[in-house]
């Protein structure tokens, strides 16, 4: 209370003959400008107001000697010689208005100076009389107790970042505090504490959003709520990235009925992690108390997506009822909503709720039989949603998680009857536009009597490309498999063949692609709009072998991009409903040992002659142009010493930290990770020497290509295809792989390769030794190419894979299995 009483003032005027003491420094330390005399001598003051102070006693000096300590500038501004001096600073300080005038410019200093300054370092103090002690120990040891004058050199004030770093850990420890202690006295006590501790902080460095942050928990603490809610908006403003912030602006706000804004900022909260499943918690009670749904689309969306990589969503244990509750809100019948957001975004909220709830099963370590315990659940949820579309988008989660469950109990029969079930479900599901189904039955209809075949591309929500189609190529690029379909399909149309394309192409790409070559043709179509029963000569399932679901002709196939696992049953499936599955390579093939030798096709990934590109092939120029979950940590590890060696190295990254390169790593380490992850890897892209391009279009790419040397491809990887390796190639870059084995990687590099003769066979970060070999490699490969020895090596290399790998030497090979 004292000092709260203090730092409520604005100036702090000291008294004459015996100046404050205790209090002076108090008043410092509470940010408050101290006006005071330099001594004041009594026997001096019959001359006058103006009269000049003797050197006066020290209880006249201290407050002077308080602002010496801490700032000579600060002292020449606040000490006053005389009477007269002191009454003409007064006048000065206190202006118009103090809150408005100099008193407002000098309190930031003043709070700087106390951070920076060590005369209120008592921790410094207290090393400083320790030493004093302990050499005053020592000289006395040494010479048999004689008296000597002992001087030692000062030490060093506090680092200022150390006393802010102190500042905020001590207020992170009274908050615990605080927290423990309930709603006390003491408690509020701790609590104001830490608030001018962190005043003085926020003053002096209004850019410290943590301390602003802790401040405004303080504020909270201590039941000032609207100050919290001040301070935590400002430390918002400085810092947007941090969702602790939101939550607890949320919680600011709540308290205050608030209720519509701190749902907003709980929502940003999670949207800044997903994670928070507290916060999730939280956010749909809110929600569900106060009506506010608006947000309930964009919270759905969030959960949903945990849901996927199996973070524990609600209190860290899948409280699948409360959620499936919250779906149904608000009633169907209800007008407040509507206004707001519009039926269809709470249609779309309670089907992607409902999604979630057969996703939640799937990774729930409750559910010891997944079966049962989803039949009970879903039939739950068909009752409560039957007079609403979503009925149809539960009766296809039921067949997801069927399809799930059945796979984890070897019930592969099961699981690809529901498979099949959920396509169909999911396409009748479908409310493509009247224009796109306009568009599908123009196409059909201009369908010539043969060679025609739809290449149908869904990917069930799992897409890495979204919105992809001909001219992604001159944009951002385009993945392998989707690259693989724009042009398998231009080469079809040159051979004559009609071809439909349904895939999700962004509407500028929808109909006729400009630039497939007759006497056939290649249609952009959207796959919601599909006719199975119009259908063409050929089907051909792009990835997923359950879209044969939607073929109602004789000649399906499966264009496989992807390794999956080879049972045996979809040997059997393959035999019974599928003409044959085509491969885009020989190792690809070989992983399914079982499957009919007459069912399979290897039809490769290929280029065309217009990406061929001729470069200068610098020897000290290395490329990296594929997903970077694929091996590029290993080459920037490795990359100081691959520099240390080669000075002038240059390495050119290319690809991008897509939603398909996050999907793939929470597969495989968890979602929480990425973020880390990605900072860790964008930190060792900002080495020297490292360019990062990102997403480039492909007459980019190729010519980044043709001016590197080397391609680096240190893979543990089983890709299948590796288009990005066959343009390496084929630009001139000669590839340093890892030869992994389980991947398509040693048959197309093949005797190119210049990487270590020994394959990699386990991640690069389990072979040390291995590493050392390849960055060898790296180098070695570089010197023979400045000394003219690759020249031979890489030519032969180019035209090879030039002739070899064709698009349209791939579509003959479609064509021959299509007229087998």
């Not at 570089?782 to 690759?790: F, K, N």
Request: net charge negative; with cysteine.
């Amino acid at each position: 209370p004292h000092l709260e009483r203090i730092g409520g003032c604005d100036i702090f005027l000291d008294t004459y003959a015996y100046g404050a003491h205790t209090t002076a420094a108090d008043a410092l330390w509470a940010g408050i400008p101290l006006l005071t005399l330099n001594g004041y001598s009594a026997g001096k003051v019959a001359s006058g107001p103006s009269a000049t102070p003797a050197h006066g006693p020290m209880s006249s000096k201290v407050g002077a000697s308080l602002l010496k300590a801490l700032d000579d500038d600060l002292a020449s501004v606040l000490v006053a010689s005389s009477v007269k001096e002191l009454e003409s600073a007064f006048e000065l300080l206190k202006g118009p208005s103090a809150s408005e005038g100099m008193v407002k410019r000098l309190r930031p200093y003043i709070a700087n100076q106390l951070l920076r300054g060590a005369l209120y370092d008592s921790k410094g103090k207290a090393r400083d009389v320790t030493r004093a002690l302990q050499a005053m120990w020592e000289v006395r040891a040494q010479t048999a107790g004689e008296t000597w004058y002992i001087s030692t050199d000062a030490v060093g004030t506090t680092g200022w970042g150390e006393t802010v770093q102190e500042t905020v850990t001590d207020a992170e420890n009274v908050a615990q505090q605080v927290l423990g202690m309930g709603n006390s006295t003491e408690a509020l006590g701790v609590a104001g504490s830490a608030l001018r501790s962190l005043s003085r902080v926020t003053t002096a460095l209004p850019e410290e959003h943590g301390a602003a942050h802790l401040l405004g928990v303080m504020h909270h603490l201590a039941g000032q709520y609207g100050d919290a809610e001040r301070v935590l908006r400002a430390a918002i403003a400085q810092h947007a990235a941090e969702p602790t912030y939101f939550a607890n602006l949320a919680t600011a706000l709540h308290i205050q009925g608030k209720t519509r804004e701190a749902v907003e900022a709980l929502v940003l909260s999670v949207e800044l992690d997903g994670t928070r499943v507290g916060d999730i918690d939280r956010v749909l009670q809110w929600i569900h108390v106060a009506g506010t749904y608006d947000a309930l689309p964009r919270i759905l969306s969030i959960v949903c997506s945990n849901a996927e990589f199996g973070v524990p969503v609600v209190g860290g244990v899948l409280d699948v009822d409360s959620l499936a509750h919250a779906a149904q809100l608000p009633p169907v019948d209800s007008t407040e909503y509507r206004p707001r957001v519009g039926g269809a975004a709470l249609d779309q909220a309670r089907c992607e709720v409902f999604e979630l709830l057969a996703k939640a099963y799937i990774f729930s370590a409750e559910a010891q039989d997944p079966k049962s315990v989803t039949d009970f659940k879903i039939a739950i949820g068909l009752s409560a949603f039957a007079a609403s579309r979503c009925a149809g988008v539960a009766l296809a989660s039921l067949l997801s998680v069927r399809m799930t469950a059945d796979r984890r109990l070897g019930q592969e029969h099961a699981s690809l009857a529901a498979s099949l079930e959920y396509v169909r479900v999911l396409h009748a599901l479908g409310a493509p536009s009247q224009t796109d189904l306009q568009l599908v039955a123009d196409t059909v209809a201009k369908r010539p009597a043969s060679r025609t075949v739809a290449i149908y591309c869904n990917e069930y929500g799992q897409t890495h490309w979204p919105g992809w189609g001909p001219s992604s190529l001159k944009t951002s690029g385009l993945g392998g498999s989707e690259e693989a379909v724009v042009f398998v399909s231009r080469a079809l149309a040159s051979l004559g063949w009609w071809v439909e394309v349904y895939n999700e192409a962004l509407p500028h790409d929808l109909g006729r692609d400009a630039a497939a070559p007759g006497p056939g043709a290649v249609h952009y179509l959207p796959h919601g709009a599909y006719d199975a029963s119009r259908p063409a000569d050929v089907f051909v399932a792009w990835r997923y072998p359950m879209s044969v679901a939607l073929a109602s002709t004789s000649k399906v196939f499966v264009y496989l991009q992807d390794v999956i696992p080879d049972t045996g049953f979809f040997g059997r499936f393959v035999d019974a409903r599928i003409f044959g599955v085509l491969f885009p390579s020989d190792y690809h093939r070989r992983t399914f040992p079982r499957l009919p030798a007459a069912k399979g096709y290897v039809t490769e990934n290929a280029l065309t002659p217009e990406q061929f590109t001729d470069g200068a092939n610098l020897p000290h120029r290395f490329i990296y142009a594929s997903s970077p979950v694929r091996g590029l940590e290993t080459v920037l590890n490795a990359w100081p010493q691959i520099r240390q060696e080669i000075p002038e190295a240059e390495l050119h990254v290319y690809y991008g930290f897509t939603d398909g390169v996050r999907t793939t790593f929470a597969n495989q380490h968890g979602l929480p990770a990425y973020g880390a992850w990605k900072a860790k890897m964008e930190g060792l892209l900002a080495q020297p020497g490292v360019a990062y391009h990102g997403m480039v279009s492909h007459a980019d790419l190729a010519a980044a290509y043709a001016a590197a040397g080397f391609f680096l491809y240190p893979t543990t990887y089983s890709e299948t295809g590796c288009i990005a390796l066959l343009k390496a190639e084929a630009m001139g870059a000669i590839p340093i792989t890892s030869r992994y084995p389980a991947s398509v990687v040693p048959e197309i590099a093949g005797a190119w390769d210049l990487g270590p003769e020994d394959a990699l066979t386990a991640p690069a970060e389990q072979d040390p030794a291995w590493v050392q070999r390849w960055v060898s490699a790296v180098v070695d490969a570089s010197r023979r190419a400045q000394r003219g020895e690759l020249d031979d090596h890489r030519a032969r290399m180019k035209a090879h894979v030039r002739e070899k790998y064709t698009w349209l030497n791939t579509a003959r090979k479609w064509v021959e299995a299509f007229e087998a």
